[in-house]
């Protein structure tokens, strides 16, 4: 593994409280509350159409926020084939979600508690050889219902949707869909096809983080766009 790979995600909403992108991230979740009115939304998935657009960061950092809200959330790596949630937190991935599903632990030794009060964390475990089927298998179900009754949020981490079938899959057992475009590097068609795929398999589809926005300065920075 390089050491790129090896080191630890930088967390802006856990460095920088202040920063501008951790108000977008308190805001971003004060309109996901908001638009919980008549649905409920205790399970969210972050998903994109393509790899690398930001979906780790996104989730790690709305986690983080949910937490700092007073909420008892966990994190879910379900990105058997990338993860990184592990890495972000500093934290082993010997046993995770693939361990549970494949029956060789209990719930409890997959919860690892995180620095960051509130939150915890199901790292993704070893990576399977089948994890489509196992994300459909209903002990998933079972493992979701069972871990709404602990925590009052869940975030999942997922791999792309238009590489394989893992975050179509998820969608059913989670209550909205949060997609991450990088603004920059996606054309449109192919981000539509992505939300055509989510919505086949009727995903509340909560709204659109656009990442990676270029400024006029040339900076950096996360811009959400909310809505349908
Ligand atoms: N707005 C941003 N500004 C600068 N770097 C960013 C930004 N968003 C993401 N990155 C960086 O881009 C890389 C990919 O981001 P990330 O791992 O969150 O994407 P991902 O969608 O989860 O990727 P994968 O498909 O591999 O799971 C990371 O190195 C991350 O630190
Ligand atoms: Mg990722």
Do not use: W
């Not at 460095?15 to 805001?27: D, G, K, L, V």
């Not at 509130?118 to 089927?133: D, Q, S």
């Amino acid at each position: 593994m390089s050491a790129l790979q090896n080191k630890k995600r930088h967390l802006i909403v856990l460095s920088n409280p202040r920063s501008p992108i951790t108000e977008a991230y308190r805001s971003l979740r004060t309109n996901i509350d908001f638009s919980s009115v008549d649905e409920r939304t205790q399970v969210i998935m972050v998903t994109s159409t393509g790899p690398e657009e930001g979906k780790s960061t996104v989730v790690a950092n709305l986690a983080v926020t949910y937490a700092q809200g007073e909420r008892k959330v966990l994190l879910i790596d379900a990105d058997m084939r990338k993860p990184t949630v592990h890495r972000t937190f500093q934290l082993t991935n010997k046993m995770g979600l693939s361990s549970i599903l494949s029956r060789q632990c209990n719930l409890e030794e997959v919860i690892q508690e995180s620095e960051v009060p509130n939150l915890y964390v199901m790292t993704a475990g070893p990576i399977p050889p089948n994890p489509a089927e196992m994300l459909n298998s209903k002990r998933m179900t079972n493992l979701m219902q069972l871990l709404r009754e602990q925590f009052d949020m869940i975030l999942i981490d997922t791999p792309p949707v238009l590489a394989v079938t893992d975050a179509q899959l998820l969608a059913s057992n989670s209550d909205g869909v949060l997609m991450v475009i990088n603004s920059g590097k996606v054309k449109k068609d192919v981000a539509l096809k992505a939300k055509e795929n989510l919505l086949r398999v009727n995903a509340r589809i909560l709204g659109v983080v656009l990442n990676n926005v270029k400024r006029k300065t040339s900076e950096e920075y996360y811009y959400y766009y909310y809505g349908n």
